[in-house]
């Protein structure tokens, strides 16, 4: 669940878009203080739903400042709070 420290990582391959929601909702709801990045795992071999379903639902999310999309096509990363 956690990566580096103050990044926690949900892996939701293999779920359903309702299914990732729900457990992305409720990692953004534990998040505390120590958590500035939530670095959603999606992967994208098998489609790009679930990476399509994070990017929009949750670009105006209250909890996200922003999102990063990385090198790795199967990850985005949920940014809560900025380091600085």
Do not use: C
């Not at 103050?6 to 309702?18: P, S």
């Not at 457990?23 to 958590?35: F, H």
């Not at 949750?58 to 999309?69: D, L, M, Q, T």
């Amino acid at each position: 669940m956690f990566g580096s420290a103050g990044i926690m990582e949900v892996d939701v391959h293999g779920l359903t878009k309702d299914q990732a929601r729900t457990l992305i909702d409720s990692r953004l709801k534990r998040a505390n203080g120590s958590v500035y990045r939530l670095r959603i795992i999606h992967g994208y071999n098998s489609g790009t739903e679930l990476r399509k379903m994070v990017r929009s639902a949750y670009k105006n999310h209250p909890k996200v400042k922003r999102i990063e999309f990385g090198m790795n096509q199967g990850e985005t990363d949920l940014i809560l709070r900025d380091l600085f």
